[in-house]
Each structure stands twice: as C-alpha cells, then as structure tokens.
C-alpha cells in the first residue's frame, strides 16, 4: 500500500471519528440506547487508529524536514546528523504501515462479546468424558488467568468421571474475540486410565462457541417458547435436588432446547436459560455470515465449523499440534494447565494475513 493510500484511508477514518464523537452528545442518539452503545463501541474502536494516523502523519513530516535539510544544509557535521535520523526514521516507516494495515481490518463487533462454551464427550466412550474433563479444567484455568467469569448452566457427567456434556458462560473482556479459536473437534492421544494393557488410544471431544446475543440482537416472543420445570441433578445439597428449580425452555419454530440447573432460584435459572436460548437463535443467523465469509477463503481459522479436527494432544510425547496453522508445541502440560497466549496468538496472526489478502488494505 503507498503512502498515498495509506493517509487516505487514515483521513477518512479520522472524518468517521469526528462525526461518532459528534453523534454520541447528540440527545436524539443517547435516548436510542441501541445506537448509542453501538456508537460508543465504534469510537472506541476507531481511538487506537487515530493515535496511529497522528505518529504516522508526525513521521512522514519529521522524514520531509531532514530530507530538506540534507538538501540545504552546507555544514558536514549537520548533515551527519541529519541523515542518520533520516535512516532511523526510515526503518520506521515499514513496521509502521504494517500496524496500520491490520488496525485498518474491518473488526468483528461480536469479538467484544461474552461467550458460551460447550465442550462435548466425541469417540472413545469412557475415556472422551474424561478428556472433555480435562479440556474443561484447561479453559477455566485460562479464563482464570484472564480475569474472566465462568458460570457452569448445564453438565452431564461421565459414568467414571469427566463430562459427557458441560456449557458454561464466559463473561470478560474479549472473551469471544480468543475463545472464537477454540471451536472444533479436539483429539487425545494416550492410554486411558480405563485400559489394562497399557495401549495408547484416540479419543475426541467437541468444542463450539457461541457469542453470546445481547438483549437487543433477537426478539423472542413469549409464545413461541415451552417452558418446562425439573429436579436439578447436580451437586448444591438437598434443597437443590428436591425443588423443581431446573429450567428446561423449547423454542417451538426452531427445536431448539436449553437447560439451566446450576441455581437453586428458578427465577435465576430462567433467566440464565433464557439468555442462553436468545444466542443459540442469535447465532443460527451469525453462523450463516461466518459460512459466507469461510467461503470465500482458502481457510479460515476461527469459522466456528464444530466438525472441524482442529487439534491434537499427544500425551506419551508430550505434544500439541494445531492441525490449522500447522503448528507443533511440545509444552503439553502448560497447555493442559491453561496456557493459550502463544497458540491463540498464532492462529489471530495467520487469520489476519488471511484478511489482508482479501481485504483490499494492501
């Protein structure tokens, strides 16, 4: 991308800016709650682009006036000195654009959402609850680490131990925006605590993510939903267990069904099913845009595709593989302790150069 381009996409970009800082003070704007937050989303999106477009802008000038002065200046110790911050500057330029570029990407406005997680027991019976387990531990400890708020509505556990079925809420900053690349069928590889002869097997677990809807992204019209009460199965002691205060909701258009056991109030579990319901709708239509942008590349690493092998964990050589990005770690015991950063890190960049290549930014 020239430089040309560059300012120019910058110039528009600070105009856009100017104009959401006007909108967000106009009283019209700030009584549609809708609009407004979505403003105020978009001007804080567009702040890091500004304070980009201004240290670009100040370099390109800094790199005209020692060039001028390089041409002018008669005194041979100046003109050292003016060109030698002419190369520093110029090594500048390239990273630089480079930052710009990716700052330019349309972002995702689901990114910034909170999330559901649901990690399934896939083949191996016994062996992929455990391991559904295992890859329940390994996310909590990541969102841990992040300082975000898990909340288990619904599990099903294994008959020796693990889950057959756990969703969870995950609420933060960011949080879909990295869980987005966790979504697919995840593979073990090692010998199963159930085993006797010591062989090494292959067991799957299956994990989605859903941006979970805000409360002005679906509608859901009380008619169309069934509600049914049920004993909760879980642990939380004999009141728990003995009230109907598990919720199961079915949305009639769709088949869509959710439960919430995880309160011992049913008002606070039908809200919980509630909100999960409104994503599960919310992203039958969310899934149809990430199809359609899927498509259009040769791959893309976060297309929330469930059937998809993404990863492999090996544990009789300790290694991970990210069969996306090609990537092999041999750190397995930091990875199955929460440790993430390196590999979601990997797979933003590989789905950044992706972008670029069909962006029109370069």
């Not at 060039?67 to 030698?84: I, T």
Request: charged fraction near 30%.
């Amino acid at each position: 991308m020239s430089e040309n381009i560059i300012l120019s996409r910058l110039e528009g970009v600070k105009e856009r800016f100017d104009e959401v800082g006007r909108l967000i003070t106009d009283p019209e704007i700030i009584r549609d709650m809708k609009r407004y937050i979505e403003l105020n989303k978009e001007y804080r999106h567009l702040e890091p682009i500004l304070d980009a477009y201004n240290s670009y802008r100040d370099l390109l000038s800094n790199i005209r006036s020692a060039k001028q002065m390089l041409a002018e200046e008669k005194d041979p110790e100046m003109r050292e000195m003016a060109k030698e911050e002419l190369e520093k500057m110029n090594e500048q330029v390239s990273p630089m654009e480079e930052e710009i570029k990716l700052l330019l990407l349309p972002e995702d406005p689901e990114d910034e959402k909170d999330a559901i997680m649901e990690i399934r027991a896939g083949t191996g019976g016994d062996e992929a609850s455990i391991f559904a387990g295992d890859l329940f531990r390994m996310y909590n400890k990541f969102c841990e680490n992040n300082g975000w708020k898990v909340e288990v509505t619904s599990f099903t556990e294994g008959t020796v131990g693990g889950f057959k079925e756990v969703i969870m809420n995950v609420s933060g900053e960011g949080v879909y925006g990295l869980l987005k690349y966790e979504s697919g069928v995840h593979r073990v590889q090692r010998v199963p605590q159930t085993e006797t002869q010591g062989r090494v097997h292959t067991s799957a677990a299956t994990v989605a993510v859903l941006p979970e809807a805000e409360d002005f992204d679906v509608e859901v019209k009380p008619e169309d939903v069934r509600k049914d009460t049920f004993c909760s199965s879980g642990p939380g002691g004999q009141s728990v267990n003995t009230t109907y205060s598990a919720i199961r909701l079915t949305h009639i258009p769709t088949g869509i069904v959710v439960t919430c056991q995880d309160e011992k109030s049913q008002l606070k579990n039908l809200d919980k099913a509630m909100k999960e319901l409104k994503t599960r709708l919310y992203n039958l239509e969310y899934q149809k845009r990430i199809d359609a942008i899927a498509s259009s590349r040769k791959t893309m690493v976060s297309s929330g595709d469930r059937s998809a092998k993404i990863r492999t964990y090996n544990y009789p050589q300790g290694r991970m593989t990210d069969h996306r990005i090609n990537l092999t770690m041999y750190n397995l015991g930091a990875v199955m302790n929460g440790d993430l950063n390196e590999i979601i890190e990997k797979l933003q960049m590989a789905e950044n150069a992706e972008r670029l290549k069909v962006s029109g930014v370069v």
